[in-house]
């Protein structure tokens, strides 16, 4: 298959030829227009190539992705989402029912039909179209619920157009439909991790099953839990084609403390695990903005994880780490000691080093950046020079090897069927490349009470559990984490406290990293005398002037950040209003529960 396009961003010499063949609605009510230029275009297989990666701007952009967890349980940040404050979000708020890119791939769909070009080559492009028209609805879907299902264009006068939304049922079948059609016909072969193949649609199959399976088990009040099991048996094995026949496999380069963050820093993406990229190239001035979103106290939005997500990271021995004697009151110097490796490859810690002009230097965290003490490092690279604006060159992953893993092991084991060789075909193997050393060749048989307490009060089996530990853990920060606690049914986890590490002394500085310097100190009254490098925090109950103090410290000495503003989940929020403005201009299209007033 003849390429053009070496990434799925946008050229400038694709996009100028699109710009004249191809016209997309932004609303299910704009006038649609035809274009003039069709032989140009359906006649030749440049011509076809060159609309075909007009479909990749409905991908993620690397800023995109890098926001992806803007909104989690586990994280802290710079103030609360306007949707978990009561009163704060409603129709009039609500965005995201655009339909740009919906006609420009159903005009293709309808029009590759040139007898010229060669029936495998056709519904090659084809197939294309549909696996970009299913991440399209599959978006739509998690968001709205029922949505329209457009298979066609459409003119002005088409009374379609102003439809009512058609069940999700239908909606997730024709999402599947597009995607079989993909992997039965797309012919791509790709190193570079920026193009579509076969193997990326039965990738993104089983995201599309296993969050439709388990939404609905979990909400039974859709009346849907019949299709259940059928949903996950069609993810296990589209899951399972990534698996035997991809020739991917987890990047272990570099050892158990390197590997992992490997996937995220790296300029041209690990193609032996990553099967799609947002990619930088510095020759075509293609860059991302990761540092400056994640080091920045003003530009970002000062992600931290919490605490309580943080104890869920393992000893390095396969064992609970709340399990430790004295936990709660361990100091985040010793508390980070002896994990799993991915946290040090997650957070700032320990010896943890940054290039600042032409040294390398000691970071610990930062409190003019972090409100818990555990700063993420993990979509970063380690250079200040590219702390601001869109410097970054790393590509940045949008769908892994190990997420095809976790989604085959969640999809088993609620089906029942997950076995021991299926645990160390996955979590096992997920864990090995951790570098945790016990646990990883059978699958476990104890519940974890943390787990259960703090996060999946009803859930008892002990390896779904754990495959729900994994998946936090491993796909953390990569946008992955709302869409599973709605698919879960567990919103209020979106309730937690915003918790931050153990403080054993106010006024005391403490040293994070252990290199002899103290980095912070906590105090209700500034001290007289400061120690130089310092970062002094106050935790004291209001500041200066008489406003309440959003970093405080808790009864049990844990920081907290934002305690005073607040957040309350309701379920009207596992759905997004239909924003007002289309409401109006369509009326038949309703409004998801609990949003109509």
């Given at each position: 298959?003849?390429?053009?396009?070496?990434?799925?961003?946008?050229?400038?010499?694709?996009?100028?030829?699109?710009?004249?063949?191809?016209?997309?609605?932004?609303?299910?009510?704009?006038?649609?227009?035809?274009?003039?230029?069709?032989?140009?275009?359906?006649?030749?297989?440049?011509?076809?190539?060159?609309?075909?990666?007009?479909?990749?701007?409905?991908?993620?952009?690397?800023?995109?992705?890098?926001?992806?967890?803007?909104?989690?349980?586990?994280?802290?940040?710079?103030?609360?989402?306007?949707f978990l404050r009561p009163g704060a979000f409603g129709p009039r708020q609500s965005s995201g029912w655009s339909w740009s890119g919906l006609r420009n791939i159903n005009y293709f769909i309808e029009n590759c039909t040139n007898p010229s070009?060669?029936?495998?080559?056709?519904?090659?492009?084809?197939?294309?179209?549909?696996?970009?028209?299913?991440?399209?609805?599959?978006?739509?879907?998690?968001?709205?619920?029922?949505?329209?299902?457009?298979?066609?264009?459409?003119?002005?006068?088409?009374?379609?157009?102003?439809?009512?939304?058609?069940?999700?049922?239908?909606?997730?079948?024709?999402?599947?439909?597009?995607?079989?059609?993909?992997?039965?016909?797309?012919?791509?072969?790709?190193?570079?991790?920026?193009?579509?193949?076969?193997?990326?649609?039965?990738?993104?199959?089983?995201?599309?099953?296993?969050?439709?399976?388990?939404?609905?088990?979990?909400?039974?009040?859709?009346?849907?839990?019949?299709?259940?099991?059928?949903?996950?048996?069609?993810?296990?094995?589209?899951?399972?084609?990534?698996?035997?026949?991809?020739?991917?496999?987890?990047?272990?380069?570099?050892?158990?403390?390197?590997?992992?963050?490997?996937?995220?820093?790296?300029?041209?993406?690990?193609?032996?695990?990553?099967?799609?990229?947002?990619?930088?190239?510095?020759?075509?001035?293609?860059?991302?903005?990761?540092?400056?979103?994640?080091?920045?106290?003003?530009?970002?939005?000062?992600?931290?994880?919490?605490?309580?997500?943080?104890?869920?990271?393992?000893?390095?021995?396969?064992?609970?780490?709340?399990?430790?004697?004295?936990?709660?009151?361990?100091?985040?110097?010793?508390?980070?000691?002896?994990?799993?490796?991915?946290?040090q490859q997650t957070i700032r810690m320990g010896n943890y080093t940054r290039l600042n002009g032409a040294t390398q230097q000691a970071a610990p965290p930062v409190f003019s950046y972090t409100y818990t003490g555990y700063q993420p490092i993990?979509?970063?690279?380690?250079?200040?020079?590219?702390?601001?604006?869109?410097?970054?060159?790393?590509?940045?992953?949008?769908?892994?090897?190990?997420?095809?893993?976790?989604?085959?092991?969640?999809?088993?084991?609620?089906?029942?069927?997950?076995?021991?060789?299926?645990?160390?075909?996955?979590?096992?193997?997920?864990?090995?490349?951790?570098?945790?050393?016990?646990?990883?060749?059978?699958?476990?048989?104890?519940?974890?009470?943390?787990?259960?307490?703090?996060?999946?009060?009803?859930?008892?089996?002990?390896?779904?559990?754990?495959?729900?530990?994994?998946?936090?853990?491993?796909?953390?920060?990569?946008?992955?984490?709302?869409?599973?606690?709605?698919?879960?049914?567990?919103?209020?986890?979106?309730?937690?406290?915003?918790?931050?590490?153990?403080?054993?002394?106010?006024?005391?500085?403490?040293?994070?990293?252990?290199?002899?310097?103290?980095?912070?100190?906590?105090?209700?009254?500034?001290?007289?005398?400061?120690?130089?490098?310092?970062?002094?925090?106050?935790?004291?109950?209001?500041?200066?002037?008489?406003?309440?103090?959003?970093?405080?410290?808790?009864?049990?000495?844990?920081?907290?950040?934002?305690?005073?503003?607040?957040?309350?989940?309701?379920?009207?929020?596992?759905?997004?209003?239909?924003?007002?403005?289309?409401?109006?201009?369509?009326?038949?299209?309703?409004?998801?529960?609990?949003?109509?007033?």
């Open positions: 298959m003849f390429h053009i396009k070496a990434t799925h961003i946008k050229l400038a010499i694709a996009m100028l030829f699109a710009s004249l063949i191809i016209v997309s609605c932004k609303k299910l009510d704009q006038v649609p227009k035809d274009t003039a230029t069709n032989s140009a275009v359906f006649g030749s297989i440049n011509g076809l190539q060159l609309y075909a990666n007009s479909f990749y701007d409905i991908l993620p952009t690397a800023g995109d992705a890098v926001r992806g967890d803007a909104m989690a349980d586990y994280a802290a940040r710079t103030s609360v989402p306007d070009i060669s029936l495998d080559q056709r519904q090659h492009f084809i197939g294309l179209a549909r696996f970009f028209r299913a991440w399209f609805y599959f978006d739509k879907l998690k968001r709205f619920g029922d949505v329209p299902w457009i298979g066609k264009t459409m003119k002005v006068d088409d009374p379609a157009l102003y439809n009512g939304r058609d069940k999700r049922t239908l909606v997730v079948d024709s999402i599947l439909a597009d995607l079989d059609y993909a992997g039965l016909h797309i012919n791509t072969t790709d190193n570079t991790r920026s193009l579509i193949t076969k193997y990326t649609a039965y990738a993104f199959k089983s995201r599309v099953c296993l969050f439709e399976g388990t939404f609905r088990k979990y909400h039974d009040e859709y009346g849907l839990q019949a299709s259940v099991d059928g949903l996950l048996n069609q993810g296990v094995t589209a899951a399972q084609k990534v698996m035997n026949e991809g020739g991917f496999s987890l990047n272990t380069a570099g050892g158990t403390d390197k590997a992992y963050r490997q996937l995220f820093t790296s300029q041209a993406p690990v193609a032996s695990e990553v099967i799609l990229a947002a990619i930088s190239d510095p020759a075509l001035g293609i860059f991302n903005d990761s540092n400056w979103y994640w080091t920045s106290a003003t530009y970002g939005d000062r992600l931290s994880f919490i605490r309580t997500f943080v104890n869920t990271y393992l000893n390095i021995d396969g064992t609970p780490f709340t399990d430790k004697p004295g936990y709660k009151t361990m100091p985040f110097a010793q508390e980070v000691k002896g994990r799993d490796m991915r946290l993990k979509l970063t690279q380690d250079d200040a020079s590219m702390d601001g604006g869109s410097r970054n060159t790393n590509s940045i992953p949008l769908m892994r090897y190990a997420e095809v893993l976790l989604n085959y092991a969640e999809a088993k084991a609620e089906l029942g069927t997950f076995t021991d060789a299926d645990w160390n075909l996955t979590i096992g193997a997920l864990r090995r490349r951790a570098g945790i050393t016990g646990n990883t060749a059978t699958k476990p048989v104890i519940a974890d009470k943390y787990l259960q307490a703090n996060y999946f009060p009803a859930i008892s089996d002990p390896s779904l559990l754990e495959i729900r530990r994994e998946r936090g853990i491993e796909l953390a920060f990569e946008g992955f984490r709302f869409n599973d606690i709605v698919r879960w049914k567990r919103g209020e986890l979106m309730d937690q406290t915003w918790n931050g590490f153990y403080v054993p002394a106010l006024d005391v500085p403490l040293d994070l990293n252990e290199d002899g310097k103290p980095d912070v100190c906590f105090y209700t009254t500034l001290p007289a005398n400061q120690v130089s490098g310092v970062t002094y925090v106050s935790v004291a109950a209001t500041l200066t002037g008489g406003t309440a103090n959003p970093q405080r410290l808790s009864s049990d000495n844990e920081l907290t950040w934002l305690t005073t503003v607040q957040r309350k989940w309701d379920n009207k929020f596992y759905l997004y209003p239909i924003p007002e403005t289309d409401r109006l201009q369509n009326p038949k299209l309703g409004q998801n529960p609990g949003w109509e007033q």
